[in-house]
C-alpha cells in the first residue's frame, strides 16, 4: 500500500522559514554558565569564587580502529512477513517503569557527596576491567539488561564494521541535502571540537550522588542533587575515554543549549586526582518512555502525535546546526508525562556533518540502524536520525518495540531486507557500491522480493489499530525509506498531515506547552 512507494518530497527543495532561525547560536562564555533545571542562570548554584577551574585544549590522538563485536554465526531470516521470528515479541507491558536512562536504578543507602575519593574509585574499578577503546564511542546511557542487544560503538574515524583497510571508499552520490554545508556557515570555530577549550569545574563538594539511574559502556549516570540551590540534576561520570570524544559531547551540547526539547548541560566536573570527567545536566522529573507509556496503556493518539512532533523539532534544530544524534530510540528520549515535558538526552554519538567526510559505521543503537550502516556506507548524514526515530514510529503503531530485532548486525539488515524486499537491497548496494557479506548474501534466498504492505503488521484488535490510519502509514513509509536519499527530513515531517492536529492545537493556543484540550 505505502512500502514500495518512494517519498515524493523534492531533496534540493529549501527548507521553510521556523521560529529558531538557523543563525550563530550564543555560546556559553567560558567558565560554564550556571544554570537552574529550568536553564535560566542560577546564582547559588556554585558558591562564587570557592571554586578552582582548570583549564584544557584538546591534543589530538591517534587510536586503533576497535574491531567490531563477532556476528551472529547463523543469522534467522524470516521467509514471513514479520521481521522477527514472533510477531509480537513483546506480549507485556516493558517491565522497567523508571528508564532515566536506566529502569532499575540501584539506591545508594544514604546520599554522599560528590567527592574525590569516589571519583578515584570509580576510576580505578573501570581501569581493571580494561581501559576503554580509543577509537570506540560505546553505549548510550542505557540499562544493564539492554546492553546486550543495543550495542553502538565508534567515532569519526573508528571502523564500523570489518577490517577499515579493506573498505571501499566511497564518493558521497551527487544530491542536494539543504544542510550538508552549514559547516561552511559556521567556520572551524563552530565545528572542529577538537580545539574547543574547557573550563572544568574542579570543585565537587556542591553535588550529591542520591541515585545510580543507568550506565553505558563508557559511562554511569546518577540522579544528583546541588546541595547550593536544592536542584536535582544528572550527573554522568565518564571512564577513560579519547578526550576528543568527550570535548564533542561538550562541544554539541553548547551549540545546541536553548534549542526545543535539547537536554541541558548545566556544569561540567573533573577530579584533579582521578582526571575523571563528570556532565552535570537537567533532570527530567518522573521520567519515563513512549516504550514503557506505550505498554503501560498511558500514552494516547495525540500524546503519540504531539511527542513526536517534539523529538522532530529537536532533531530540525540540530540538523540546522549541522549537528545530527545518531543514536535516537525511546531511551534517549526522557518524557515528564504529567507536564507533557521531552528531553532528548545523550548526545556521546552526535557528530557535526563535513560533506564529503567519510564517518564511522558503529554508531546507533543496533536495533535502530539504518541500512546505511549495516552495508558499511561511510558517507551518510543526516537522514540516519529520520530512519532511527521511523523505527521508533513503527514500534508505536504496531506495538512492537523494537520494531526490526535483529541478533548481529547481519541479522540486523535481514531483519530490514525481511520487510523492504531484497529489490531494494539491491538497488542500493549497485547505486552506492557496496558490498554485502557471504554471511548476509547466503541467508537471502527465502527473503521477498517487494516491500511488504504496512498493513500487514497492524495489530488487530488493539487500541493501536485505530493509530494506523492512512496519514500515519505515509509518514513512516517516508521516514523509513531504504536509501536514504528518499527519507523525508525533519522539517518536513513537521509539516506531514500526520501531525495536523498537533499543529492545529499549538496555533490555537501557542503558549500551551500541551494542548490538553485537544487530546
Known amino acids: 500500500m505505502f512500502g514500495h512507494t518512494p517519498s515524493a518530497h523534492p531533496r534540493h527543495s529549501a527548507p521553510p522559514p521556523v521560529q529558531a532561525p538557523c543563525t550563530p547560536l550564543h555560546t556559553p562564555s567560558l567558565p560554564l554558565p550556571r544554570l537552574s533545571t529550568h536553564g535560566t542562570p542560577c546564582r547559588a548554584q556554585l558558591v562564587p569564587h570557592t571554586h578552582t577551574r582548570t583549564h584544557t585544549h584538546t591534543h589530538t590522538h591517534t587510536h586503533t580502529p576497535h574491531p567490531h563485536p563477532h556476528p551472529h554465526p547463523h543469522p ?73 542487544a543495543h550495542r553502538t560503538d565508534g567515532g569519526r574515524h573508528g571502523s564500523g564494521s570489518g577490517d577499515e583497510s579493506k573498505m571501499k571508499k566511497v564518493k558521497p552520490e551527487e544530491y542536494e541535502h539543504p544542510f550538508w554545508h552549514v559547516y561552511r556557515q559556521r567556520g572551524a570555530d563552530y565545528w572542529d571540537y577538537k580545539n574547543t577549550r ?29 546541595r547550593n540551590n536544592g536542584c536535582l540534576c544528572v550527573l554522568k561520570l565518564l571512564k577513560p575515554v579519547r578526550h576528543q570524544k568527550i570535548l564533542r559531547e ?42 514503557n507509556l506505550l505498554y503501560s496503556n498511558k500514552l494516547t493518539n495525540f500524546d503519540m502525535r504531539y511527542y513526536l512532533y517534539e523529538i522532530l523539532r529537536s532533531l530540525d534544530f540540530a540538523h540546522r546546526r549541522g549537528i545530527f544524534h545518531r543514536d535516537i530510540k525511546p531511551y534517549n528520549v526522557m518524557i515528564d508525562h504529567e507536564r507533557k515535558i521531552l528531553r532528548v538526552i545523550d548526545w556521546g554519538l552526535g557528530e557535526y556533518y563535513i560533506h564529503g567526510q567519510a564517518l564511522n559505521c558503529g554508531v546507533a543503537t543496533r536495533h535502530y540502524k539504518g541500512p546505511e550502516l549495516l552495508v558499511g556506507y561511510r558517507h551518510y548524514d543526516y537522514s540516519l536520525d529520520i530512519w532511527c526515530l521511523g523505527c521508533v514510529l513503527a514500534g508505536l503503531l504496531f506495538h512492537c518495540d523494537p520494531f526490526f530485532v535483529g541478533a548481529s548486525n547481519e541479522d540486523q539488515l535481514l531483519q530490514i531486507v525481511a520487510v523492504f524486499g531484497k529489490k531494494a537491497l539491491f538497488r542500493y548496494l549497485d547505486k552506492y557500491q557496496c558490498r554485502l557479506s557471504r554471511v548476509v548474501e547466503s541467508s537471502l534466498h527465502n527473503l521477498p522480493d517487494e516491500h511488504v504492505d504496512w498493513c500487514r503488521y497492524i495489530k488487530k484488535g488493539s487500541i493501536q489499530e485505530s493509530w494506523c490510519d492512512a496519514t500515519a502509514l505515509d509518514l513512516l ?34 503558549q500551551e506547552r500541551y494542548p490538553v484540550a485537544r487530546r
Open 76 to 148: 534467522h531470516p524470516h521467509p514471513h512477513p514479520h521481521p522477527h521470528p514472533h510477531p509480537h515479541p513483546h506480549p507485556h507491558p516493558h517491565p522497567h517503569p523508571h528508564p532515566h536512562p536506566h529502569p532499575h536504578p540501584h539506591p545508594h543507602p544514604h546520599p554522599h557527596t560528590l567527592t574525590r575519593a569516589t571519583l578515584c574509585c570509580f576510576r580505578t574499578s573501570k581501569q581493571k576491567r580494561g581501559p576503554a577503546s580509543d577509537d570506540g564511542e560505546g553505549e548510550g546511557e542505557m540499562t544493564h539488561v539492554d546492553a546486550a
Open 250 to 291: 561538550i562541544s554539541i551540547l553548547r551549540n545546541l543549549c536553548g534549542g526545543p526539547n535539547v537536554v541541558r548541560l548545566l556544569d561540567v566536573l573533573r577530579d584533579t586526582d582521578s582526571q575523571t570527567v563528570v556532565l552535570v545536566t537537567e533532570y527530567v522529573h518522573h521520567p519515563t518512555t513512549l516504550r
Open 477 to 510: 513509509d517516508k521516514m523509513l525509506q531504504f536509501d536514504h536519499q528518499d527519507r523525508i527530513m525533519a522539517h518536513e515531517a513537521m509539516q506531514h498531515p500526520f501531525f495536523a492536529p498537533v499543529r492545529d492545537a499549538l496555533a490555537k493556543d501557542p
Open 198 to 226: 574547557v573550563d572544568f569545574n574542579t570543585n565537587l563538594a556542591p553535588y550529591e550522588l542520591q541515585q545510580k539511574i543507568g550506565r553505558g559502556k563508557y559511562s554511569e549516570v546518577f540522579r544528583g542533587r546541588n
